[in-house]
């Protein structure tokens, strides 16, 4: 019935190639099937493209590269912290090497937040089971003392890898947040507008 937005590469008759994008439609006629078909040369935009991703690449490398030597400095500074603690015996001091410690994980935190929304959309989004996501999410913390009342059954989404880090920051949230909080609730409903994913916790 019809084609749109294929592209290829068109070979002139002396062997070079252009590349263009197809857009074809079969109409149907008394006299038979006709074809209309639009080409369109797409050499700039696949230069364009390219130039793109190339500084892409390098951004990310860059970005990957900082955050490294950041996180490298943060850790040597908390270990000459942590010294300077057994080093030094006035109160005052040890109170403000904790308040540098607050500060110091601030910065840790940031990085690491801003390396997971640089690869947020880099990576093709997939079917995730959510019971399974959320409890490798908590694995990573201390959810030992907080009941889960899972209402997911075999729930699957199409999403973003990053799926479980979503979950993992919202958990922490609950440890750090959710004063006295014993349990979490994980459920869901189907509505006009899609699915609806709810996270409540006791705290």
Same mark, same amino acid.
């Not at 990957?64 to 850790?75: G, L, R, S």
């Not at 490798?136 to 999403?159: G, M």
């Given at each position: ?8 590469? @068109? ?84 109170? @403000? ?107």
């Amino acid at each position: 019935g019809y084609v749109r937005g294929l592209e290829i590469d @068109y070979t002139h008759p002396d062997g070079t190639l252009q590349p263009v994008e197809i857009n074809a439609t079969v109409f149907r006629s008394e006299s038979g099937d006709v074809i209309l078909t639009l080409c369109r040369d797409i050499t700039e935009r696949r230069r364009r493209n390219v130039t793109l991703q190339q500084a892409r690449n390098k951004l990310t490398l860059l970005n990957a590269v900082t955050f490294q030597d950041i996180q490298t400095a943060a850790f040597s500074l908390a270990a000459y912290q942590e010294l300077a603690k057994h080093v030094v015996a006035d109160p005052k001091i040890h109170k @403000y090497l904790d308040k540098q410690q607050v500060f110091l994980k601030k910065i840790v935190d940031t990085l690491d937040f801003s390396r997971n929304y640089q690869e947020m959309g880099i990576h093709p989004p997939r079917w995730q089971n959510i019971q399974q996501v959320f409890l490798f999410a908590i694995s990573h913390l201390d959810f030992l003392n907080i009941r889960q009342d899972l209402h997911v059954d075999n729930l699957e989404v199409f999403a973003d890898p990053l799926l479980e880090k979503v979950l993992t920051n919202i958990m922490q949230n609950v440890i750090s947040h959710g004063v006295h909080a014993t349990a979490v609730r994980l459920a869901y409903t189907e509505g006009s507008e899609g699915l609806r994913l709810t996270i409540e916790d006791n705290g």
